[in-house]
């Protein structure tokens, strides 16, 4: 049944919309009932406030870490209306009832994502107001309880509608809400104390975030999915913002975070171009727009309809030679006011923005499921330089190998397993991507890279002087024959087979450089 609201509790850290919304109250006959500086920003804008102290009969204490947890406040929220004995206990111990809650909980997401000292972490970690939504939420049947001023346009329609009553469907929405904020809340506290004191792989793992947006569907139509955020998410998908088309889909979204973590691997101007989770170009040059040329030139029937990555803000002359072929979707750092007016003329093409760029070497967590549970792994953050090589072969690559086959093998951390990567003068030629066995991805790589020359109209496959990056080691010898037979002048790849010294041994007889990195990256 509707609940009419006569008493409210408002304590708030976020103040967006609150003066509305309380004067609307105040203007329904509404007690008001508030704490520190809400009532306080009540009172200034000539609104009527009792503080919770008077309501209670006791005095906020501890620096106000004591002010609501009280048995007039929770049993106010507690009380069952329709139960006799809960009535009685009320009036026997002059408890009058809450009937609407209004609290946004202290900033302690915001007070870690601006690092903090530990102390002022934990003093904005908030009791009060959790106990206070979880009391309201248990008893929504007759408290309406709010926790995000979105939703005081609901109530006040509802308020409106009802002679200042709320209906039962309301406050279940309502209940939800403040049981998903405060599970999301204790979920962050959670991993920051895990954070401190050293636990990367707790004993309860607890995963905080809110739903950005509901999606048309997932991989595929019969599939439901929905985009869920963490609190302060590094530069990428989920901090971007759209110039124009449809809402991004599951597999959108999917391609376009594969290929902004690709280019953000980069110092100089770069471009991914990515075809279900697997790059079918990658490039640096000189400029965004040299890049985007090179990497489209690897695979360009794949990239009909693939996702675009820049780590650089879109200039006008790279949107020009993008708006030439179907792009699905565009994300970089940013773009100017030509390259904007050029893709507005591409209705559906998806321009994202980010603000900048992610740092490669952060230490995120990986979460995959599987059934019945969850893999939890770190980011596979590794940087290989120059010095973390070891020459194995009598021929030692030069400098502009060993750039190319550094190149190759950052790509290889992007390419799902087993992946080859066949690259030259800082741009990727050929791909094997995803193959059960390295051989056959060794030779999609050559068949990939000789079609595309082909088609390019050019006298020789572009494998020929390339280098080649493999994301683990080598089994057999046959991968180097094919390397070999595909005029391959330098390999990396990590080492460690059984069969290393065959392995090496064929690379010496084919005149092939070879280093290792003692890293593999291993992408399923």
């Known amino acids: 049944m509707t609940r009419p609201i006569t008493r409210a509790l408002l304590s708030v850290s976020d103040k967006t919309g609150l003066l509305e919304f309380a004067q609307f109250l105040a203007k329904s006959g509404v007690e008001i009932l508030s704490t520190g500086g809400t ?85 904005n970690i908030d009791i009060g107001g959790p106990s206070m939504l979880r009391s309201a939420a248990k008893n929504h049947a ?29 406050r279940r929405r309502l209940a939800a809400r403040a049981f998903d904020r405060t599970a999301a809340y204790d979920g962050a506290i959670a991993q920051w104390f895990d954070a401190q004191t ?37 530069p990428g998908i989920a ?25 953000s691997e980069f110092e100089g101007p770069a471009c991914a171009i990515i075809k279900h989770a697997n790059p079918c170009g990658v490039a640096t040059g000189k ?13 360009p029937v794949s990239a009909f309809g693939g996702v675009i990555a820049l780590n650089r803000p879109l200039d006008e002359e790279t949107a020009a030679e993008i708006a030439n072929i179907f792009t699905e979707v565009i994300i970089a750092p940013g773009a100017d006011a030509k390259a904007k007016e050029i893709i507005t003329q591409k209705k559906n093409l998806r321009l994202l923005m980010t603000g900048s760029m992610p740092d490669p070497a952060r230490a995120d967590r990986m979460i995959k ?35 190319d086959l550094l190149f190759a093998f950052t790509v290889c951390k992007h390419v799902k397993s087993n992946a080859i990567i066949f690259a030259k003068d800082g741009a990727a030629v050929g791909i094997g991507a995803g193959q059960m066995s390295r051989i056959d991805s060794t030779r999609i790589a050559a068949w990939k890279a000789t079609e595309a020359a082909e088609n390019a109209g050019e006298k020789q496959s572009r494998t020929i002087g390339a280098v080649m990056a493999s994301d683990a080691f080598f089994p057999f010898a046959d991968n180097v024959e094919a390397a070999h037979a595909a005029g391959i002048s330098a390999i990396i790849q990590p080492g460690g ?8 041994a064929k690379a010496d007889e084919c005149g092939i450089a070879m280093v290792f990195t003692a890293r593999r990256h291993f992408r399923h």
């Open 39 to 123: 009532a306080k920003a009540l009172r200034e804008a000539g609104v009527a406030v009792k503080d919770v102290s008077e309501h209670t009969g006791f005095p906020e204490i501890m620096d106000g870490r004591v002010k609501t947890l009280h048995p007039k406040i929770h049993g106010g929220l507690l009380g069952v209306r329709d139960n006799a004995e809960h009535r009685a206990a009320m009036e026997k111990n002059a408890i009058p009832p809450i009937d609407l809650v209004v609290v946004n909980l202290y900033p302690f997401e915001e007070t870690v994502a601006k690092g903090a000292e530990f102390d002022e972490c934990i003093e």
């Open 142 to 170: 007759d408290v309406t309880v709010v926790v995000d001023p979105a939703d005081y346009a609901a109530v006040t329609e509802e308020m409106k509608a009802n002679k200042g009553a709320t209906t039962p469907a309301l």
């Open 198 to 234: 050293g636990r990367e792989f707790p004993s309860v793992l607890t995963i905080a975030a809110k739903r950005r947006q509901a999606l048309r569907y997932g991989e595929n139509p019969q599939q439901q999915a929905a985009f869920y955020v963490i609190p302060n998410p590094p």
């Open 239 to 263: 901090t971007a913002t759209q110039l124009q088309g449809k809402e991004l889909s599951y597999n959108n979204i999917n391609d376009t975070d594969a290929a902004f973590e690709l280019v």
């Open 287 to 299: 400029t965004l727009a040299e890049a985007y040329r090179k990497a489209l030139a690897c695979d």
């Open 369 to 403: 499921m599987v059934s019945g549970g969850f893999l939890l792994q770190n980011r596979d953050n590794v940087r290989i330089e120059e010095s973390d090589l070891q020459a194995v072969t009598k021929k030692k690559p030069d400098a502009e190998q060993l750039r």
């Open 497 to 504: 087979s059984v069969r290393d010294a065959e392995v090496i």
